[in-house]
């Protein structure tokens, strides 16, 4: 064992290779509200079925009593365990019926699943891939490959295997394997557990985890990738700071924007919302919020307050 002296700080390489903190963040896809955030030495692994299930309960944690029976979580390929899939496919040890957990979650392409997918394409078993509006993906398809790839009794009940190919972008030709680059085509693979649904609207809603990327870069933004310490203490109390902002510019776009500012980034919404060139005056008893009349964006603003006033007081 290695020795360390009273108060000497010695920081673990990073997942990245360099030295630091692994942060884990659960967001909900239907706001996009942070629900929980965990620091890590920089030497746990993104695979860590124990860190995983503790972040994922403490995000559930967060949740009304009545929107935890059904729930879909998405995770990368990054995040996936046999002991993870287990624990989401339990419901997390509840026995009650009522509680129905799903899981999407990536899936790695081994021999096995290789094989699977050159049987699908010499045989031509693909389907048409679809977006999110439902409409047909050009030269994007899908295939169930489950029972192609042998015994899965050991998996959750209902455990199913989709593959997805799609034109080889450039952006991913230096990885391709040999077989994709022959195809000149991408293949991924994802598991979930969910029995209803076509497999074509099974992968259009694995595809939409994309979206945790742009929540993931706001949330730096907001300072979560700006950790200040080397001190695990100092650095966890920032990011519990950086959670309250992406929680409040959550609500914000929820429920006082509409149109672009919904969907804005924080820069975007720094410069047209919050940090508009306004004066706070008093007079006659009251306060005035004055906003340039040539502020391109002070409609905004102005209906902003109006929906926020307009918010029943909490009870």
Partial sequence: ???????????????????GHHVFVATCDNTGEQLAQVLHEGNVSANDAAVNIDILARAVAQLPWWRRQKILFRVDGAGFSHELLDWIADAGGRASPTFRWEYSIGWAVTEREQR????VDRKNLWQPA???AGQAREDAFVADITGLLGDLT????????IARKEPLHPRYAKDA?????????RYQTFATNSRRGQIAFLDARHRKHARVEPKIRDQKASGMGLLPSREMNVNAAWLTATALAADLRAWLQLLAL???????TPKTLRYRILHVPARLVRGQRKRRLKIPDTWPWASSIVQAFTRILALPRPT
Avoid: N
């Fill in 1 to 19: 064992m290695q020795g360390r002296r009273q108060g000497e700080r010695c920081l673990t390489r990073h997942y990245k290779g360099t030295f």
């Fill in 116 to 119: 699977a997918i050159e049987i």
């Fill in 130 to 132: 679809t977006g999110e």
């Fill in 154 to 161: 050991g998996w959750p009940k209902g455990h199913r295997v």
């Fill in 177 to 185: 394997s040999d077989y994709e680059s022959k195809k000149q085509a």
């Fill in 258 to 264: 509409d149109g672009e500012e919904a969907k804005a």
